[in-house]
């Protein structure tokens, strides 16, 4: 198992940025896959950008070019890099760890941009 604790949110201006943090415990942080995901009131669930064990990364159409996921194995800790933030991107952002199907949530952390 593993749990995830998720810090960096809070209110930010239009084109402003933000730095959230997902950090690991419990387990082997670098035999899992990582994401980030967020959650905006009465949507589902979308994925934000993801990294694998082995650093390759997949982004959100909607962020590409704008946000930048990371992994510090040595620090157990994964990192998300939101600029140029917009209003549509006010949600709950949740950290999330896979390992041979099995998933793991952090309880999320809440990002508002102010237009």
């Known amino acids: 198992q593993v749990q995830l604790v998720e810090s960096g949110g809070g209110l930010v201006q239009a084109g402003g940025s933000l730095r959230l943090s997902c950090a690991a415990s419990?387990?082997?942080?670098?035999?899992?896959?990582m994401g980030w995901y967020r959650q905006a009131p009465g949507k589902q669930r979308e994925l934000v950008a993801t990294?694998?064990?082995?650093?390759?990364?997949n982004y959100a159409d909607s962020v590409k070019g704008r946000f930048t996921i990371s992994r510090d194995n040595t620090k157990n800790t994964m990192y998300l890099i939101m600029n140029s933030l917009k209003p549509e991107d006010t949600a709950v952002y949740y950290c999330?760890?896979?390992?041979?199907?099995?998933?793991?949530w952090g309880q999320g952390t809440q990002v508002t941009v102010s237009s």
């Open positions: 999330n760890a896979e390992k041979g199907g099995w998933n793991y």
């Open positions: 419990g387990s082997v942080f670098r035999a899992y896959a």
């Open positions: 990294v694998t064990s082995g650093g390759r990364t």
